[in-house]
C-alpha cells in the first residue's frame, strides 16, 4: 500500500483516469504509482514508459490476472 507523510501535498480527485485498468506493457499514460489490481503489487513508473510485461511478476493460482492500476498521478507543471 502506497504511503505518505505530508499529506498537504495530495489532492484528492475523482478523474477517470484512476479507474482504467491497464494490461502489463501498456505504456504509462501518466507518471506515478500503479498497483495491480489482483495481488496489490505497485511499482513507480515515468509518463510513456511502459508498465512491466507479463512476465514481470506472477500470481499464484487462482489470484487473478495482471492489470495495473493508477494509484497516485505525479503531476507537472
Same mark, same amino acid.
Given at each position: 500500500? !502506497? =504511503? %505518505?507523510?505530508? #499529506?498537504?501535498?495530495?489532492?484528492?480527485?475523482?478523474?477517470?483516469? %484512476?479507474? /482504467?485498468? *491497464? &494490461?502489463?506493457?501498456?505504456? !504509462?499514460?501518466?507518471? #506515478?504509482? %500503479?498497483?495491480? $489490481?489482483?495481488?496489490?503489487?505497485?511499482?513507480?513508473? &515515468?509518463?510513456?514508459? /511502459?508498465?512491466?510485461? @507479463?512476465? *514481470?511478476? @506472477?500470481?499464484?493460482?487462482? $489470484?487473478?490476472?495482471?492489470?495495473? =492500476?493508477?494509484? $497516485?498521478? &505525479? @503531476? @507537472?507543471?
Amino acid at each position: 500500500m !502506497a =504511503q %505518505y507523510k505530508y #499529506g498537504d501535498y495530495l489532492h484528492h480527485s475523482d478523474h477517470s483516469a %484512476y479507474d /482504467t485498468r *491497464h &494490461a502489463p506493457g501498456s505504456p !504509462a499514460g501518466n507518471a #506515478g504509482i %500503479y498497483r495491480c $489490481v489482483s495481488c496489490g503489487d505497485e511499482i513507480g513508473i &515515468a509518463k510513456g514508459h /511502459t508498465l512491466p510485461p @507479463q512476465n *514481470h511478476h @506472477q500470481h499464484a493460482p487462482g $489470484v487473478g490476472k495482471i492489470e495495473s =492500476q493508477l494509484l $497516485v498521478f &505525479a @503531476q @507537472q507543471k
